[in-house]
């Protein structure tokens, strides 16, 4: 069982960068493809990115490319969510989730099938 919680979420302006980070407990955490997505009031959950167990894949949806970016350390159970050119439709809760997958090298791109999930954190993006 893996278990994730999210941090680093807040209030910035457009225009602004903020990175999330996502801890993860368990020592199988390297095996799981890992994703980061969002839910806007009165929106369903959408994916923003995620990338592959190896961290070499990595997938990125069209509305955060050029400004988003997803990385892990194995080392460390973490994985990270860099934004930058942050916009007030950026503003959800952001949710970490951890997808095991049959090969390490699958970067999932639906935000279903995903066996665990973080408990979100608020991103605010004024204008």
């Known amino acids: 069982q893996v278990q994730l919680l999210e941090s680093g979420g807040g209030l910035v302006q457009a225009g602004g960068s903020l990175t999330l980070s996502c801890a993860g407990s368990?020592?199988?955490?390297?095996?799981?493809?890992m994703g980061w997505l969002r839910q806007a009031p009165g929106k369903e959950r959408e994916p923003v990115a995620s990338?592959?167990?190896?961290?070499?894949?990595?997938y990125n949806a069209d509305s955060v490319k050029g400004r988003f970016t997803i990385s892990r350390d194995n080392a460390k159970n973490t994985v990270y969510l860099q934004m930058n050119s942050l916009k007030p439709e950026d503003t959800a809760v952001y949710y970490c989730?951890?997808?095991?997958?049959?090969?390490?090298?699958?970067?999932?791109?639906?935000?279903?099938?995903?066996?665990?999930w973080g408990q979100g954190t608020q991103v605010t993006v004024s204008s």
């Open positions: 989730a951890a997808r095991s997958t049959g090969s390490s090298d699958y970067a999932p791109r639906s935000k279903s099938g995903y066996d665990y």
């Open positions: 368990g020592r199988t955490f390297s095996r799981y493809a």
């Open positions: 990338i592959s167990a190896s961290g070499t894949f990595t």
